[in-house]
């Protein structure tokens, strides 16, 4: 990270959330969206003065210091309208040195408090995870609107919803209950996954991993794991199921900055440290009788991992657990998961109809991995042609860079 816009976004990916879960947990709920406008204009502020003026030498706390100011600024210029018109300042103008005495002493689990809060139960489970997105992980509306196979103008309307809910129910950040985590447990880990899975694979832009968002997500799984009231077995399966994937991000990406699939990868740099962890969060989750999606998801990731190679994986065993994940949690990508399992399973041709019979509707939320699916399929039965004109498809549907240059080089590989 050398330059300023640089280091700026780094900040922003890392620090956003734990700005807003601070900033929130002082100003209360109710000036959730003055919050995240305050912490967006010390993003905004950091890229123009360090450009100008240097990188400060602590930057993080620089940035705290200055969202702290513009919403302290914001509070007053709030109350002081609020009193020209006559209707009573709604919110007392805050002490800025109680506020910024309160920063530097914050610690624990304020960010894991925001996302509680963020799954209130008076919130739609839709708008739960959406606004957990935005204000804990910074994500942009494109970025939540892939994650949840919705559009950008639904998810907006969502956060807003939300928040106007959360202002109405004058909810605050408060001490886990056991009821709140009960109720809302479920839409947390959701959201942690769907951080993880973002920057496992991000769905825009050049940048085809994004580690912070990776290691936050673990983090706050961490986080959940260590909770008295969240030590749940999911939660376990879900930490395990984290480790599982993060212990390949340094394998997933060539030096070309393509996407390395599976098949390709070297399993001897994997982070097998990780591995044996993630093993003993998996004894951990195996504690009781329940059985989340998480659990089946970790076990197929094993499978993935156990096997010294590519070759030798258990196919057989991976098609039973995405069939039982199908029948309790269907999806497209597990439909597409399924399909592909099936034809190294059974053989292509099971392979080729299952994806065939994926509906067009569903197509769309799975390109262009369907496309690369059924290009695969067709390859492997020497069918080079079809093969190719897929591979064109997914080219042309592909959102961000390490997708197009994956899929422009097996079709440099084709056409030679």
Known sequence: MNSPSQLVEHFFRHEYGRMVAVLTSRMGAANLQLVEDAVQTAMSRALSNWSRYGVPENPSAWLYRCATNAAIDALRHQAKVARQLGIGATVAEPSCEDLHRSLDQQVGDETLRLLFLCCHPSLAAESRVALALRTVGGFSTTEIASGLLSTPVSVEKRITRAKERLRDQTAEITELDGQAVAERLESVQATVYLMFNEGFAST???????????????????????????????????????????????????ARGAIILLADQDRTQWNWAKVREAMNWMLQSADGGQLSRYHIEAAIAWEHSRGQQFSSTDWKRILELYTMLQNRYPSPAVMLNLAIAASYAIDIQEGLRRLLQITDQHRKSLRPWWDCAMADSLLRNQHTTAAISHLRDALALATNSAQRAMIQSRLDRLQA
Do not use: F, K, Y
């Open 204 to 254: 825009e832009g050049n940048s085809p991993i994004r580690q912070d968002l990776c290691d936050e997500a673990v983090r706050l799984t961490r986080m959940l794991a260590s909770h008295p009231l969240c030590a749940q077995p999911s939660t376990a399966a879900l930490l395990a199921l984290l480790l599982l994937h993060s212990a390949r991000l340094g394998e997933r990406i060539d």
